[in-house]
Antibody, heavy 123, light 109 residues
Framework: EVQLLESGGGLVQPGGSLRLSCAATGFTFSNHAMAWVRQTPGKGLEWVSLIGSVPDYTYYADFVKGRFTISRDNSKNALYLQLSNLRAEDTALYYCAKTPIKDGTNLWECFDSWGQGTLVTVS | EIVLTQSPATLSLSPGERATLSCRAS???????IAWYQQRPGQAPRLLIFGVSSRATGIPDRFSGSGFETDFTLTITRLEPEDFAVYFC??????????FGHGTKVEMK
């Protein structure tokens, strides 16, 4: 069974930093692109960042470029998101999400498993 | 930037009824990269449909997706009690971005 367990959220002041982690089990982590998606009551679901199965490929939403850094450690089955220069509008529940593989092909078009999220509050 | 507009915001139905949820894209989509998710209270989103009409693993066949270009639909043929939830559509763009709609809440009448 696929499990994604996020941690590292908390209360931080504007301009501060946090490092989110996601521990993955139940699948071959190194084969899958992974993403962070955040959710707020006001803006709904927002894609934040994705990293390919090969860590050289990283992508960011425009609103976080230069402030957040995604990374992964395939030896530890772990995904990370370093958040810096945080703003009040970054307050959200941050989900770790997995992309599927179908017929041997990585599908980046959707997210087939999600963690329960870790709450980041910037205030 | 593609914007996905979901309607209605809330759908009030009874168990056993048919639910039809709409997701309209601000531009014609030449791909089939529309997905649908269900989110129950206090839970993470769950993938229902990808590629406009393909059901994800373990999703009952009462859920179906359809549409093309700008208009996409999620249909739940006979609502079960566990189907009362919020539903989101999502598009994957070739500029490597993922866009979500704001959701439709299916509530029990």
């Amino acid at each position: 069974e696929v499990q994604l367990l996020e941690s590292g959220g908390g209360l931080v002041q504007p301009g501060g930093s946090l490092r989110l982690s996601c521990a993955a089990t139940g699948f071959t982590f190194s084969n899958h692109a992974m993403a962070w998606v955040r959710q707020t009551p006001g803006k709904g679901l927002e894609w934040v960042s994705l990293i390919g199965s090969v860590p050289d490929y990283t992508y960011y939403a425009d609103f976080v470029k230069g402030r957040f850094t995604i990374s992964r450690d395939n030896s530890k089955n772990a995904l990370y998101l370093q958040l810096s220069n945080l703003r009040a509008e970054d307050t959200a529940l941050y989900y770790c999400a997995k992309t599927p593989i179908k017929d041997g092909t990585n599908l980046w078009e959707c997210f087939d498993s999600w963690g329960q999220g870790t709450l980041v509050t910037v205030s | 930037e593609i914007v996905l507009t979901q309607s209605p915001a809330t759908l009030s139905l009874s168990p056993g009824e048919r639910a039809t949820l709409s997701c309209r894209a601000s531009q014609r989509l030449s791909d089939n990269l529309i997905a649908w998710y269900q989110q129950r209270p206090g839970q993470a989103p769950r993938l229902l449909i990808f590629g406009v009409s393909s059901r994800a693993t373990g999703i009952p066949d009462r859920f179906s997706g359809s549409g093309f270009e700008t208009d996409f639909t999620l249909t739940i043929t006979r609502l079960e009690p566990e189907d009362f939830a919020v539903y989101f559509c999502q598009h994957y763009g070739h500029s490597v971005t993922w866009t979500f709609g704001h959701g439709t809440k299916v509530e029990m009448k």
